[in-house]
């Protein structure tokens, strides 16, 4: 025989909560159906803005430390395994829901919209100091990344509670309706972030803003729907506290350009001339002027340096020149310093530049300091420029076109341009060559990254093309121009530049003795790069392709 249950007695009223107790049906300023309506759309901009500090720390850990899977994969995983954890601690807040969900959203809005100005901060003045604070900006990621997980997972079971609030219903209904609401919020935040956010109101604004909505919504939604379930003491606490976070995101956003341009300043200088964000990267070009050297910045690395792209670019260029040369295709090259070259040399028909960024172009065009550094070479009528991915550009490029090609491209160890560096892409390139055709790449740096240059020359090689290493020194000390791109990390940047020169027949790095002479570059110091580059081999590299990237 079963023993009837003896009711359970009354629970306290939680000391956030009015008189009668979280377990009635809440007493809503409006009709259940509009309560309804009102707090799926609370769910709605709340997964939305979520979404939207998830991507910012992606970004960020990507623009900050380095373009890489592994960086962007740290901080979502992260983030995941906060959130669980935050959706079990949120079960003991559920008795008084209407609140917690309250602070949580202020929590929230003050942590996600000022994560990017303070991870900008932490990586623009302490992030050169060495020491503990090498890696200060990583781990102030990784810490925001835990937060925001937390926060957005203690979400889910609050809303759930006060939904069944409004009106009790199965638990496969309101988590169905729940989750469609967060998902569909979750699809805007995402294509926000791309598309709106970071175009037209950059990383640092776009997080304020996001964190102002956050707070706006979360507090009307607690206050104007929920006020009856509080007590006067929460409804003015959490009041005050929406609004003081609201006076801080506002204050910030006031600030914010006076902040960017001083921690700009931290990061590159004070010679900073040009900083803009094209939509493809952000470009910073500083000195020039005043007999100070030009130097280029792409997202954080510095990408040309007045001081040593003289080595570089006749390097790359002027060894592929040597043979026919009348038809020349540039792969990346926005700058004009790669044009610069090739035009020195007689004989030449026809230069094609395939640029994804056309500000690049653009500023290469107009800005005197670089266009005097590229001698205007976008100004030859033999040139013309292209915007557009090298990749795609090669796939639907007339067969057997060009007798030279120059792949002046970034780093391989970029996420972005791994697949510039693969197998099928080299593959392409030499459908591109005419008999006797020669390509040239851009490879890292051999000295200090052997398997990553000995990857690009293996990738090569599987392409079916020949192939000829060889490189030089002389770069400039202290400045990161590889994958990362942390402060500290400038101080061992690389020394050197190593090059792959290929063909369908043996090819030979040399100087045409009937070109122009280079400013730097001999036959001797290519000689010598040639056997530099050949004592640092590393046998029986695969290749990287595609769907097996090596870099």
């Not at 037209?200 to 803003?209: K, P, R, S």
Request: glycine content about 12%; charged content about 20%; proline content about 7%.
């Amino acid at each position: 025989m079963i023993e009837p249950h003896a009711p359970a007695p009354p629970r306290s009223p939680a000391p956030w909560s009015a008189p009668g107790g979280p377990d009635g049906p809440a007493r809503l300023p409006v009709r259940p159906g509009t309560g309804r309506f009102l707090v799926l759309a609370g769910v709605f901009v709340c997964a939305a803005c979520g979404l939207v500090y998830e991507l910012e720390l992606v970004a960020l850990a990507s623009y900050l430390m380095g373009d890489s899977v592994t960086q962007a994969s740290v901080v979502l995983s992260v983030m995941v395994f906060a959130m669980g954890i935050g959706s079990l601690a949120a079960k003991r807040l559920r008795p008084l829901a209407a609140a917690g969900f309250g602070a949580v959203e202020a929590t929230l809005a003050l942590i996600g919209g000022c994560s990017a100005m303070a991870l900008y901060a932490v990586f623009a003045w302490t992030g050169d100091w060495g020491g503990m604070w090498a890696n200060g900006s990583r781990c102030l990621l990784v810490a925001f990344s835990l937060a925001v997980g937390l926060l957005i997972g203690a979400e889910v079971p609050l809303l759930m509670e006060l939904i069944q609030r409004i009106r009790r219903q199965d638990a496969g209904g309101a988590v169905a309706d729940l989750f469609a609401a967060d998902y569909v919020g979750a699809l805007v935040g995402g294509l926000a972030f791309p598309f709106l956010l970071l175009p037209f109101l950059g990383q640092l604004t776009g997080a304020l803003l996001t964190g102002a909505v956050n707070t706006v919504v979360g507090g009307a939604l607690v206050l104007g729907l929920f006020r009856r379930d509080l007590t006067r003491r929460a409804c003015w606490l959490l009041l005050i506290g929406n609004g003081l976070v609201l006076a801080v995101l506002a204050s910030a956003a006031v600030l914010v350009d006076d902040f960017e341009r001083a921690a700009r300043q931290a990061m590159y200088g004070e010679d900073v001339r040009v900083a803009l964000q094209t939509g493809v990267k952000e470009v910073v070009l500083a000195g020039g002027t005043d007999g100070r050297p030009l130097d280029i910045y792409f997202d954080g690395r510095l990408r040309v340096s007045g001081r040593d792209e003289l080595r570089f670019h006749e390097a790359l260029v002027h060894p592929a020149m040597t043979g026919p040369h009348a038809r020349v295709l540039i792969l990346g090259g926005g700058d004009g310093l790669a044009v610069r070259e090739v035009l020195r040399h007689s004989g030449v028909d026809r230069v094609d530049v395939v640029e994804l960024d056309a500000e690049v172009v653009r500023l290469a065009r107009t800005d005197p300091a670089l266009s005097a550094l590229n001698e205007h070479a976008f100004g030859d009528p033999r040139v013309r420029v292209t915007t557009a991915d090298a990749f795609g550009w090669l796939r639907g490029a007339t067969p057997a076109a060009y007798d030279v090609v120059v792949s002046d491209l970034p780093d391989p160890g970029i996420t972005a341009s791994t697949k510039l560096y693969s197998q099928e892409f080299y593959g392409l390139a030499r459908r591109v060559l005419a008999p006797g055709g020669r390509l040239v790449v851009h490879a890292g740096p051999v000295a200090s990254g052997p398997r990553v240059y000995w990857t690009v020359e293996a990738t090569v090689r599987a392409a079916g093309l020949r192939t000829a290493p060889y490189g030089t020194g002389g770069r400039r000390a202290g400045g990161a121009a590889g994958p990362d791109r942390t402060p500290a990390e400038r101080t061992r940047a690389p020394r050197d530049w190593g090059f792959v020169l290929a063909a369908r027949t043996d090819p030979h790095p040399r100087l045409d003795p009937d070109g122009p002479r280079p400013s730097v570059l001999t036959e001797e110091s290519l000689a010598a790069g040639e056997r530099a580059a050949r004592r640092t081999r590393i046998a029986g590299l695969p290749a990287s392709t595609l769907v097996h990237p090596r870099y």
